[in-house]
């Protein structure tokens, strides 16, 4: 079965770990490919690498944070290929800190590319998919988003309202019978560059203790690809995926 070959397919965070493992495995199953982020040579180098095996894969640099980004970046899209299936919501940093600590900047960091970026995200898509009436709107949250650990108070927050987005999307598009799918990834310890961010020494033990056992970028990329190869009328809401032996 392959619900995804020809599905027009819009991922931010695209330049890296779980973006990029997803924009592979996407491309290698036929879907028509937007891939977003800010670095735009590495996207530019992701993208000339897919489209060697004949995908079509198109590329814009996109701030998440800036809804006239996001905007441009669906139009973008519509222009390229007349629609958009699937909007995976991936960009996210995770700079996390002891509350005590007071990095501002990068709570408010979190606060723009985490819940913001998400929130721009479905406002640059929702309209055009009840227009169509169709389309999957995917988010990726955290088991942060699940539980709060010492050092994980505002990430925590900001998953935590990733997946009550999420949930009141799915209700609201329900109620409205507009055949919009809504799903939440949340990652356990994945081998990305997230924890690159971290400047708070106070925590950096703790996280290196729980980042010894990681499962990879594709291990994600396969939970996503489930969610969308689902029949239409199957909706996978939620979904966990963590190393065997996270505790937490």
Not at 115 to 138: A, D, E, F, T
Not at 213 to 221: F, G, Q, S
Not at 226 to 231: D, L, S, V
Request: hydrophobic share 40%; proline share 2%; glycine share 6%.
């Amino acid at each position: 079965m392959n619900n995804i070959k020809d599905k027009v397919i819009l991922i931010t965070g695209a330049s890296s770990g779980i973006g990029k493992a997803t924009a592979t495995s996407l491309a290698q199953q036929g879907a028509k490919l937007v891939l977003a982020a800010r670095n735009n040579e590495k996207l530019k180098e992701i993208s000339k690498e897919l489209s060697q095996d004949s995908n079509e894969v198109k590329y814009k640099q996109t701030d998440v944070t800036n809804v006239k980004e996001v905007n441009e970046l669906a139009q973008f899209a519509i222009d390229n290929y007349g629609r958009i299936d699937v909007l995976i919501n991936n960009a996210g940093v995770m700079p996390l800190s002891l509350m005590h600590n007071k990095k501002i900047d990068e709570w408010n960091s979190m606060i723009d590319v985490n819940i913001k970026g998400v929130l721009n995200g479905i406002y640059s898509v929702i309209s055009g998919m009840r227009n169509q009436n169709s389309g999957h709107i995917i988010n990726i949250s955290s088991v942060a988003g699940h539980l709060v650990t010492p050092g994980s108070a505002v990430y925590s927050g900001t998953k935590f309202a990733v997946r009550a987005i999420t949930e009141g999307l799915r209700m609201e598009e329900s109620s409205q019978n507009s055949n919009i799918r809504a799903t939440i990834i949340c990652p356990g310890a994945t081998n990305t560059n997230l924890t690159q961010t971290i400047t708070d020494s106070d925590v950096e033990g703790n996280v290196s203790s729980v980042y010894e056992t990681t499962i990879e970028p594709n291990d994600m990329a396969r939970a996503i690809v489930f969610a969308i190869n689902e029949p239409s009328n199957v909706a996978v809401n939620e979904l966990i995926v963590r190393p065997t032996n996270q505790e937490w």
